[in-house]
């Protein structure tokens, strides 16, 4: 959480872990980038000028919400389904700072916004938060569900706002029956980079993949409520969170040489993210990936290229890893923050060469355990009981190798584990759907290496 | 640093693959079929010059100079004229067990051993079959001194020379890594020369070197060469071997013109440079993602030193960078003036192992002694000479011995007219390193010896 006595100037730094030593004839190079933003409190670095407004010590960056809460008729089913949902939102707005713009948006097959309902966002104080609160009170359930719609009203309300971040969250229970998906497609496609959202899925009747979805494509985070009682407190961490968020649109932007391959750009703590499909092209030799916004935290990133072979004695810079923030208006050049260097030095040395980066090894591990639990539990719902064995059993094996207790646990409520070092596995007869939907949506996250 | 097993290997009696017994001549092991042409056989009867260990006859027989030997305990401080004469003719030493203690010599219980990090994997096999990355100084043996070689005012790429060259160093264009001012270094100055390379197989140059020359209080002159070799498998080697190697350039050149015994005055100078390479450790990587995972290791090097005073030839080491004395009449006979800190050297030493033997094993290489702030105990070995006739000091590092190992093949490398043109002699050395596979960085320093004249030896003698 973001520590608010300091600076909101954040200072980022990139740290690159890697074997940069190749042997004779290799040609692909994994780096771990290490990519963190602290506040500062000092003003070491060079100021973000221009980039976002001048705000005095002590001062956060404006900042824009919407809650988008599901009020379609299912939420009536139980009743505390809807309760909770209201008290979950109000606690979110008791948790804005004072001077957010915000406004509450009530979703069904079509969006509204019940607060402040002018087709603008209110700027929270004692007064419009206790007014937001009231107009909480008389959402009722009742309707379809169209998430699309309610993140292009989102989009409306939060691209009139003249802030530095801009974020949502949106509440759901059921899946996305109202419109086609390729309409929730397009609604992604044309908020993405406009604001980040954090995606949550109440109960156990919503489809996990819409959920993650969203929360991927608008860099947010994705998460399962199943009991809704536990609404209040996630809204409220959620929004503190984004609260603690100080620069907005930074881009890992990645330069290669000329002949350099570029095989996989991917996000892997605190999850795992496969960023490859969305760089957009710098110029002819970099591309930027989109990050979205960042207070004080630490994300790791996994690239890897392909270089062109070299002798031995050879060394190279096999990629340049920069995070950039645009330029407000667009016209000018985008700053970068900091940067850090992937190389590739080719040595005889067997022992240099054939050692594999603790943290390379360590999340190639993570990400392949979300990939297995995914297609675990898909072959699991396919019926195929022995690839879903087989995947599972892997899963549960790199859980306890790589010490990724949380998952591991998940995973045990889904599968009876004979022995976790082989990954041996039996898949459990009786599975709470809960169980299932939690470890699928939360299959992405993983630990840290210990330093 | 890196030690190449395959190029110094003493003379095969058994096959390093399988023990098999061999017979000279043998070109492959009759029970293996190891290739020992991999393995350039040796004389037989080619025991390590050890410069403690009295001379055969026909060796090289000096007079000894007080203080030799003293490893631990600086020598005396004393002036070079303070020094009883000696009677070039060879006159045995007043004390020759003073001086026959194996310097360095075998310790009780454990050693320290640090291994490098590196085995060579092919031998002499995979040598030769490569692109050069940077510029080869043997094409370069006859340019202008001093000369540090490669130009990059420029800042075009030299791969693609489409690219400019950004600020880290790489291409714009193609990546590649530009040459380093240290990939390539020459030194000239009027009684000592240098030059240091890359190599063939290293991606950068961890050795460093420092020549310099001075006056003692008398007026005389004395000539100072350092050479460090960074242990790769410690982080920053090549920062190691630069502090280290400046370090004691440095307080050599403070300490002579005061009057210092050359000798004391070396004992002084490795100490200082081992204090300025234990600093090194206290002070955060500047390239942390350069040495990420090797971070953890203390920055090391080892350093071999000459310094030509008052008619004195003083050498000091720690590690298993080499001096090696080679007259100027050739057919007297030439000798190494160091003796390894490492592995193999020690078991000869201690009578553990025969020199096939010791060399033989894979922990041959292992350095025993370093510079560095995880070093055991800073052991500076240092020895005075009194040379009887001319000759040149060849101060190298394993990146040359490795291609002439012994006293012998390092004369036979050295050519005719080092004396006269001794850049262009260093250069003719590292070139022959290069040609041998140019496995390790490769540096030398070369001092041309000149006897002074019985007049100023008289003069020292009234004094």
Redesign the interface.
């Known amino acids: 959480m973001a520590n608010f006595s300091k600076s909101n100037v954040p200072q980022f730094s990139v740290?690159?872990?890697?074997?940069?030593f190749l042997p004779e004839g290799g040609r692909e190079v994994n780096a771990i980038v290490t990519v963190t933003s602290t506040g500062g409190g000092t003003t070491g670095g060079t100021p973000l000028a221009g980039s976002a407004p001048a705000y005095g010590p002590g001062q956060a960056p404006d900042a824009a919400v919407v809650l988008m809460v599901d009020c379609s008729g299912s939420m009536d089913y139980p009743p505390t389904k809807m309760r909770n949902a209201r008290d979950a939102t109000a606690a979110a707005i008791d948790t804005l700072r004072e001077g957010t713009r915000f406004a509450v948006v009530a979703g069904t097959h079509v969006a509204k916004d019940v607060y402040p309902g002018n087709g603008r966002l209110a700027v929270a104080d004692a007064q419009t938060k206790a007014q937001a609160k009231g107009a909480l009170r008389n959402l009722s359930a009742g309707g379809g569900t169209a998430i699309g719609t309610w993140l292009r009203l989102a989009d409306r309300l939060l691209g009139a706002a003249d802030v530095g971040i801009r974020h949502g969250i949106l509440l759901t229970d059921g899946r996305n029956e109202h419109e086609a998906p390729e309409d929730l497609r397009a609604a992604l496609d044309s908020c993405a980079g406009r604001f980040t959202c954090d995606a949550r899925g109440v109960g156990t009747d919503w489809e996990v993949k819409e959920v993650t979805g969203i929360a991927a494509a608008l860099l947010g985070t994705a998460d399962i409520v199943a009991d809704p009682a536990g609404l209040a407190a996630d809204f409220t961490r959620m929004m503190e969170n984004a609260m603690g968020k100080e620069v907005a649109d930074v881009a890992l932007r990645l330069w290669?040489?000329?002949?350099?391959e570029i095989r996989f750009v991917k996000q892997v703590a605190p999850t795992v993210a496969d960023l490859t499909g969305r760089r957009t092209e710098a110029n002819p030799?970099a591309g930027d990936y989109p990050t979205g916004s960042w207070g004080d935290e630490s994300r790791d990133y996994h690239v890897c290229v392909l270089?062109p072979e070299?002798?031995?004695?050879?060394?190279?810079?096999?990629a340049?890893v920069s995070l950039i923030l645009p330029d407000p208006s667009g016209a000018g050049a985008p700053q970068t923050l900091s940067h850090?260097?992937?190389?590739a030095?080719?040595?005889?040395?067997?022992?240099?060469s054939t050692?594999i980066?603790?943290q390379v090894a360590h999340y190639t591990g993570q990400a392949e355990l979300a990939q297995v639990i995914q297609q675990g539990l898909d072959a699991r719902k396919s019926g195929d009981f022995d690839g879903a064995t087989a995947k599972l059993g892997r899963a549960v094996q790199l859980a306890s190798a790589s010490g990724n207790q949380d998952t591991a646990k998940l995973l045990s409520k889904v599968v009876d584990v004979v022995d976790a070092a082989t990954g041996t596995v039996r898949l459990k007869a009786k599975v709470a759907e809960a169980d299932e939907m939690t470890l699928e949506t939360r299959s992405t996250k993983t630990v840290r290496v210990k330093k | 640093m890196?030690m190449s097993q395959s190029h110094q290997q003493p003379a095969l009696s058994k096959c390093p693959g399988c023990e098999e017994p061999l017979d000279a001549g043998d070109l492959f092991c009759g029970a293996c079929g190891y290739d020992l042409s991999a393995v350039p056989a040796r004389p037989d009867d080619r025991p390590t010059m050890a410069i403690t260990v009295p001379p055969a006859a026909g060796a090289v027989r000096w007079p000894a100079a007080a203080g030799t030997g003293s490893s631990d305990v600086p020598a005396p401080v004393q002036h070079p004229a303070d020094l009883p004469v000696t009677d070039s003719g060879g006159r045995p030493p007043a004390e020759p067990e003073h001086g026959q203690e194996p310097v360095g010599g075998p310790e009780a219980g454990p050693v320290p051993v640090r291994h490098d990090?590196?085995?060579?994997?092919?031998g002499a096999a995979?040598s030769g079959d490569?692109?050069l990355?940077a510029p080869d100084p043997r094409t370069a043996e006859h340019t202008a001194s001093p000369a540090t070689a490669p130009a990059h005012g420029a800042k075009v790429c030299v791969a693609?020379r489409s690219?400019r060259v950004?600020p880290?160093g790489?291409?714009?264009?193609?990546?590649?890594?530009q040459p380093r001012e240290r990939d390539h270094m020459e030194q000239e100055l009027d009684a000592v020369a240098a030059v240091s390379d890359?190599?063939?197989?290293?991606?950068?140059n961890e050795d460093s070197f420092a020549v310099s020359s001075t006056a003692l209080p008398d007026g005389s002159p004395a000539v100072v060469a350092i050479v460090c070799d960074g242990v790769s498998s410690a982080s920053r080697p090549d920062e190691a071997s630069a502090a280290a190697a400046s370090a004691a350039n440095e307080a050599l050149l403070e300490s002579l013109p005061r009057g210092t015994h050359p000798q004391a005055a070396m004992h002084e100078a490795i100490v200082a440079a081992s204090e300025a390479v234990n600093a090194l450790a206290q002070e955060p990587a500047g390239?942390?993602?350069?040495d990420?995972?090797r971070h953890q290791n203390a920055p090391a090097c080892t350093l071999v030193g000459a310094v030509m005073a008052g008619g004195l030839l003083v050498v000091g080491w720690v590690g298993d960078s080499r001096v090696y004395w080679v007259p100027e009449d050739r057919a007297q006979p030439t000798a190494r003036l160091t003796e390894d800190d490492s592995w193999a050297a020690q078991m000869v030493a201690a009578g553990l192992m025969n020199e096939a033997e010791a060399y033989a094993d894979e922990r041959a290489h292992a350095i025993t002694g370093w510079l560095g702030a995880d070093a055991y105990e800073l052991e500076p070995h240092t020895a005075a000479f009194k040379p009887d006739r001319p000759g040149l000091v060849v101060v190298c590092t394993d990146g040359l011995w490795n291609y002439a190992e012994s006293a012998e093949e390092m004369a036979a490398a050295v050519p005719a007219d080092a004396h006269e043109r001794p850049l262009h002699a260093a250069q003719v050395l590292v070139g022959h390193a290069l040609d041998g596979g140019g496995?390790d960085n490769v540096t030398v320093a070369l001092l041309p010896f000149a006897v002074r004249s019985q007049g100023a030896g008289s003069a020292c003698e009234t004094v």
């Open positions: 740290e690159v872990y890697q074997n940069e290669t040489p000329v002949g350099v030799r270089v070299a002798g031995i004695g050879q060394e190279m810079l096999a340049r850090g260097l992937v190389r030095v080719w040595t005889d040395d067997m022992v240099a050692s980066n603790p | 890196k990090d590196r085995a060579e994997p092919g995979d490569f692109a990355a693609c690219g950004d880290d790489y291409c714009e264009n193609c990546g590649h890594a890359r190599g063939l197989r290293h991606h950068r390239a942390m993602e350069h990420a995972h496995h």
